[in-house]
């Protein structure tokens, strides 16, 4: 059934998505990965796209930028189109000097400073998980296929790093017992709204930019870099059943 922000049909959807940000993006993948890709949604913008991936069905949604925007997509797949799994693709940056740009991150855990949690469920929650044990098949297929990645917990911010006034008094808020290496803006809102349905959630970065080196990969760099962590989540999906 369509819904505000999806125009689909509830066959459109398949049951697995991969969630990258950016339309565009989504569009690449479904050319580059998909047989008998088809436009499924253009609602304001967000094309998702659905085909195949030997023989697995696909569905490629753009979630936009954010965490309300994550959550609008994320918990409308998840309610009204069945879809059971979702693994977010995006970039990231990162924090630590151990993290190089171009790696590719699975996200253990995502923290916030923010209240999605507490607006969505009343829930005071600010640090979750994603799925484990799919989680785990990322891990493995991985290995399978000789990409190294790492696996490291997350901070969801509300603002993008690079417009916070004072970054390092925002570093001195971070718990420190969360070892945070990497920044995004949408994992925790997935993994939420996941929780909250029952559903299941992962998250595959790649990382673009380095508060710790101080380098920054322009836009064209890190749409061409993206193909290690889009091929491991599509060939993780091969074992879903």
């Known amino acids: 059934m369509p819904t505000p922000h999806i125009e689909s049909k509830e066959t459109d959807i398949a049951n697995i998505v991969l969630m990258p940000g950016d339309p565009k993006r989504a569009k690449l993948i479904a050319e580059k990965y998909l047989e008998n890709a088809v436009l499924v949604n253009d609602v304001r913008g967000i094309t998702a796209y659905t085909g195949n991936y030997k023989g697995k069905r696909v569905t490629i949604f753009p979630s936009g930028m954010g965490m309300p925007s994550m959550g609008i997509y994320s918990y409308e797949l998840y309610k009204f189109y069945n879809v059971d799994y979702i693994i977010r693709v995006g970039t990231c940056g990162a924090y630590t000097e151990d993290i190089n740009t171009l790696d590719t991150i699975l996200v253990d855990k995502a923290y916030t400073e923010g209240n999605f949690a507490l607006t969505m469920n009343n829930d005071n929650c600010h640090i979750i998980e994603g799925y484990q044990e799919y989680n785990n098949l990322i891990e493995e297929t991985a290995k399978e296929i000789n990409l190294n990645i790492r696996k490291c917990n997350d901070n969801c911010t509300e603002c993008f ?33 996941a929780k909250v349905l029952n559903k299941k959630a ?11 080196k101080h380098e920054e990969l322009d836009s064209e760099t890190r749409e061409k870099n993206v193909n290690n962590m889009i091929y491991l989540a599509l060939e993780t999906v091969l074992k879903i059943k």
């Open 161 to 193: 790093d690079y417009y916070i006034t004072d970054l390092s008094k925002m570093f001195e808020r971070l718990p420190k017992e969360y070892n945070l290496k990497v920044a995004e803006m949408e994992a925790f809102s997935l993994f939420y709204t």
């Open 202 to 212: 992962s998250c595959l970065l790649t990382v673009v930019d380095s508060h710790a």
